[in-house]
Structure formats: C-alpha cells, structure tokens
C-alpha cells in the first residue's frame, strides 16, 4: 500500500495507521524532511515493513547522509533515489539498503547501466511499451542477477491486468 506524501508527517502517520491490513507500506518522499516523515509512519506502523519511493528526489550526498537514519528505521528498499541520468556516483556506492532504479529502467537497452548501479528494478507495461517488452526485461533481468517489482503509472484495472503475468517473477508487487 502506497502512502502519499503530505507536507504534515502526522497525516503521513495517520494514513499509515488506517492502512493497517497492509503490512508493506511504500512511502513517497521527496527531499523535505524524510526522515521526520519516516520516523512518523515508522512510531504509527511499527509492524509494518517499509519501503520508500525517492522519486529522484535526492542528490548522492543527501543519500550516503540519510543512510544511518534509514537504516535505523528498517527501511529495507529505496526506490529511485537520484534522477535519471544523474545516477552514475551509484556505480561504485554500496549500498547497505537495496536500491532500484524506476524512472532509470525504461526497457532492455538500459540493463547494462542499471545492473552497475542497482540491485533492483520496477517494470512498468507503460515504461516499456506493453507485455512483450516487460517480459523480456524481466527475463533478461534475473540472468542478470537483478531482483524484480512490477507497478504502474495509474490507468484502469484493464490496463494494470497484464502486468499481473509479469508480478509472478517479482519481488514486489505494487499495482
């Protein structure tokens, strides 16, 4: 279950909280106080387990600093932390938490830059041009050693359908 961000760290926690049947929350954050954020979902939700989405929020120093404090919150993947393109410091960073690339990992072209600086990627249908693609990707990916999750850029419940055949080879489902 995804919890938006909000400019309010309690609204994040509050929203946390009613999701309580879910227990893998994906918060999205941005470079405005996420640790504050994290700390006020992790004292609501501290069952839960949490993932976080950067939406290529953060520079590499904002990342190697926020580390000790993610960590400590059990944070265990992070999503896209750096823009596209601006992702290369990653290549000879290792990282303690599992990193996946998202807006970086478009289709297969992009593998050999990807598998240098994560551990992870999110296929989306609408990234790579529909099933065929996605497959592809996915199966080239795990010869690569890369772990797998499949979400979506919003659209109707037909359109999401298909990336169900591509959830089954995944880590992490987020549809």
């Known amino acids: 279950f995804t919890i938006g961000i909000e400019d309010d760290a309690q609204l994040m926690a509050r929203n946390a909280q009613l999701a309580s049947e879910y227990p893998l929350l994906k918060i999205k954050l941005d470079d405005e106080q996420p640790i504050a954020r994290l700390k006020a979902v992790r004292l609501a939700r501290p069952d839960a387990r949490l993932i976080v989405d950067a939406n290529q929020a953060w520079d590499f120093d904002q990342l190697k600093s926020l580390m000790p404090d993610l960590l400590s919150l059990g944070i265990e993947m992070i999503e896209q932390p750096l823009p596209r393109g ?42 790579t041009g529909g099933l065929t693609e996605a497959l592809l990707l996915a199966k080239q990916a795990k010869r690569l050693g890369l772990k797998l999750m499949v979400g979506n850029m919003g659209g109707t419940s037909l359109s999401i359908a298909p990336a169900m055949i591509v959830a089954r080879l995944c880590e992490l489902v987020d549809l």
């Open 86 to 127: 601006k992702d290369s410091e990653l290549e000879t960073y290792d990282s303690p938490i599992l990193l996946s690339a998202d807006e970086s990992c478009v289709d297969r072209c992009d593998l050999p830059m990807l598998v240098k600086r994560y551990r992870m990627i999110n296929i989306k249908l609408d990234k």
